[in-house]
């Protein structure tokens, strides 16, 4: 018997901790109480605070969902409390928001900037130095927008809110450019067995080369190369 309503008793602390039974419709409540808060709250916001998120909403949104989510289980927490976060938060938002629209320093300064990772067929090396992007990473991206390779690309921009917007040549002014298809980089080579296009694997620079050694990119320094290839964008 007395092993039995040990057992019982663990089972409620496992599955309550430290609550009643009681507290679950409670929990039911606040829960609602703060699902409605969260969409009053995300109205508020507007259609941008959700769908295209800059650094500084993305830490809007975390204090939103910490200041909703601790009063719906921890029965110490209270709503009230939660709700006055909650307008603190918003509040802050408009004001900020409206200061960001007044001044581009301070626009630029909460927001960050666009800025270029592909020009002409190119990494622009400087720039995507800048960023915490890797190469795999990077082409997986390209890849979804159907990109084989550089050549295709005109413009390569990094969006303040992190997607990357690419503007394309036009199909006949395609020129060779740096594979990015799975594999395409594994094996670079040093010397030339045959004339053709070869592009720099670090900074995707495409020139035509004899046989013979390589020798060092013109833009980087660096001395690995890959075939180049000039497809057209498959849409």
């Not at 921890?74 to 938060?89: D, H, P, R, T």
Request: aromatic share 12%; charged share 25%.
């Amino acid at each position: 018997m007395a092993s039995s309503l040990l057992l019982q008793l663990e089972w409620k602390e496992f599955l309550m901790g430290q609550e009643e039974w009681s507290f679950l419709l409670e929990i039911v409540l606040r829960t609602f109480i703060m699902f409605l808060t969260i969409i009053i709250g995300l109205r508020i916001l507007g259609k941008r605070g959700v769908k295209q998120l800059s650094l500084f909403e993305l830490v809007v949104i975390i204090g939103l969902g910490s200041a909703a989510g601790d009063p719906m289980f921890y029965k110490e927490v209270g709503i009230a409390s939660s709700v006055i976060v909650f307008m603190v938060i918003i509040l802050l938002y408009t004001s900020v928001t409206y200061i960001i629209g007044k001044s581009k320093f301070f626009e630029k300064l909460l927001e960050g900037t666009s800025i270029c990772l592909i020009e002409k067929g190119e990494f622009s090396i400087e720039n995507f130095k800048k960023e915490n992007l890797g190469s795999d990473e990077f082409f997986a991206e390209l890849r979804l927008k159907g990109i084989s390779h550089l050549g295709q690309i005109e413009k390569a921009i990094e969006e303040v809110s992190g997607e990357i917007s690419v503007f394309y040549f036009e199909d006949q002014e395609v020129k060779f450019g740096l594979p990015i298809m799975p594999g395409s980089l594994e094996n670079p080579l040093k010397s030339i067995n045959s004339k053709g296009f070869y592009s720099c694997t670090f900074c995707g620079h495409t020139e035509e080369k004899d046989t013979g050694n390589a020798g060092r990119c013109c833009k980087c320094e660096k001395d690995k190369w890959v075939g180049a290839s000039n497809m057209k964008r498959v849409t």
